[in-house]
């Protein structure tokens, strides 16, 4: 360390990383200067470190006051010591340490430059960089050793003996020592596997192998269960995340450039392990209804989703939802894996149209859907088998829209050789009568190289949730869609079943229950992982209807949009969360007038853990780039920077047949 603004050097503290066993345990110490003792010197000014400067443990302790408005820099280095060849603290710190530093920002600026796309303004390409900085400086050790944990360290006390059926209990092979994303590096180290998905979506642009990295680590023996569950997050493992990882593999691969063929198929054969441990315990009454549990919404419901206060179960159209996703990201791996020519991977794709067409014709006899609300809703099943509708208004209504894919003629036909499930499918919506198909909007295309699209919400649906979603009064705030409907605001909601009772509102800011810890909150701000599925959905909408299909965008509006105008529409409203506003304002930042004032601050933007669901105002965990990141990408994409995985698969095809023979 060079010497501080006062020409001072900083001062070098020395302790071991070891455990405070008399703090933790009150036992004889391992050594007199224990991990927290750099902490405890420099707070308390405790005798804490070791007097004769060595340790395996070391810290530069400069002690600087920085006047209001005033700066202060520190220079550090590593690099070998000694004076050799010019190593002197002078060599270190002089003109050289500032040729590094010139030339290590130059290549920054060049590196973002070329990912900033031409049509972006000079604020976008400020947030677009920013968002990529914090995900790559996101970037942390995750080290735990459950078994270790569980049983305790043989040279220190044992733990005690109920933590062996507590917490993660059931995840002994869980070993990592491995360098992660986190959601926020601001707390300890910790990983929530449907976060790290969107994480990855984000670094891909910039760093495409370690977020291919980070999806084959979730699915790695050390990680994933021998069951074939993912792990959740470090808090429980065993809880249930929307399993989105097939999905942000199919996404990373196409930002890479769709060239990475190996790392496709290295994920796809554990997630296989994954989505069978899928329908085999989450579906529970083999009918292809899944319950699935909180799965990443925390308190989006009036109940907590995965500890029912009730006996029975709650079906849920999000699990469902979700598990139509989950297969529709199978199938389109297996078909790029198919069509690439380097792994036969047929039979693959039909398993995967198989169980999409399971899942289709039980949302559709499930009852979940309102036709007077036009809304998907969960629905609680008491044991004694009396079924309440939760008529809360949220996302989770929302889900089974997300999940729609198109199928080429080809592919069609070759399941109605094979028979079974899509088959059937196929039969009742009509594949031998394409007029009335064409009617419906949904077979497109002439003959020979004709398109079907399929979604667990039909044309008619779609129609009517997005007449919910689009509504101002509803889900569609200035900045991005509420996770919550505002409709609540005026009218909770409350259910009461056999005794339990429990009611919800519109809650655009902090959360006001305690459930999940009560620092988080689904009941009405605006989240970008449903954002930003949501709007990669509509252009896929889009790439099938075109201009056939428009909706009234904003409702009671009188506008009829397409939906790639109201994809982009929703692109922008997320943006226009960071960047100015017409009042030189940025609503990330709210009410905090040095924020918004003092140039200072004014351009060091904060990518918080969501934002207030009436003004964009930023809310949770600020220290954060985590899932928020995907901004970057959004821009990008606005832009038309980013290829869609469709147009990806069907490069891959051309040129596969252009290398054959």
Known sequence: GDAGPDGKPPAVLFCDN???TRRLFGSEPITPYPKDG????????????????????????????????????????LRPTGKAGGRTQEAAFGAGFDRVMTGRRAEADEFYAELTPRTASADEALVMRQAFAGMLWSKQLFYYDVKRWLDGDPAQPPPPPERRNGRNARWRNFDAFDIMSMPDKWEYPWFAAWDLAFHCVALAHVD???????????????????????????????????????????????????????????????????????????????????????????????????????????????A???????????????????????????????????????????????????????????????????????????????????AAFVVEENDMRRSLMAGKQF??????????????????????????????LFSLAGPDRLERLFAKLFDENEFLSPHGLRALSAYHREHPYAIDVEGVQASIDYEPAESTTPMFGGNSNWRGPIWFPLNYLMISVLERYHRFYGSDFTVEYPAGSGRQLTLDTVAADLSDRLISI???????????FGGTELMQTDPAWHDNLIFSEYFHGDNGAAIGAFHQTGWTGVIAD??????????????????????????RP
């Open 320 to 402: 469902t939802g979700w598990m139509g996703c989950y297969a529709i990201a199978m199938g389109g791996i297996a078909m790029v894996l198919n069509r690439s020519g380097q792994r036969p991977a047929s039979d693959l794709v039909l398993k995967f149209l198989e169980h999409f067409a399971a899942i289709r014709d039980a949302l559709a006899a499930q009852g979940l859907w309102d036709e007077a609300d036009g809304l998907y809703y969960d629905r609680l099943v008491t044991p004694s088998g009396y079924a309440v509708p939760v008529k809360v208004r949220s996302m989770v209504g929302i889900i089974p829209a997300l």
């Open 578 to 588: 960071f960047t100015n506003g017409p009042d030189g304002r940025r609503p990330c």
């Open 38 to 77: 750099i902490n405890d010197h420099v707070v308390a000014g405790a005798p804490t470190v070791n007097p004769e400067r060595a340790g395996t443990k070391c810290a530069f302790w400069y002690q600087v006051t920085v006047p209001p408005g005033g700066t202060a820099e520190l220079r550090l280095r």
């Open 208 to 318: 495409p192998a370690f977020a291919k990295y980070q999806l084959i680590l979730l699915c790695r023996e050390w990680f994933q269960h021998p069951n074939g569950a993912l792990p959740a997050y470090e808090w429980d493992f065993s809880d249930v995340n929307p399993p989105v990882q097939a999905w942000a593999a199919l996404e990373v691969f196409a930002i890479d450039g769709g060239r990475d063929i190996e790392f496709l198929s290295r994920v796809f054969d554990k997630l296989l392990v994954n989505f069978a441990w899928w329908v085999n315990l989450e579906d529970r009454e083999g009918n292809n209804v899944f319950e699935g549990g909180f799965l990443g919404l925390d308190n989006i419901g009036p109940l907590d989703r995965s500890h029912l206060p009730v006996g029975g179960t709650l079906e849920q159209s999000d």
């Open 423 to 452: 088959a059937d499918l196929l039969a009742r919506e009509g594949f031998d009568d394409p007029g009335k198909l064409r009617e419906r909007g949904v077979l497109r295309g002439q003959p020979g190289g004709q398109r079907m």
């Open 18 to 20: 070891e455990t405070n």
């Open 634 to 659: 959004v821009i990008r994409r606005r832009h038309g920077e980013v290829d869609a995985v469709g147009d990806v698969i069907r490069r891959i095809e051309a040129e596969t047949k252009e290398s």
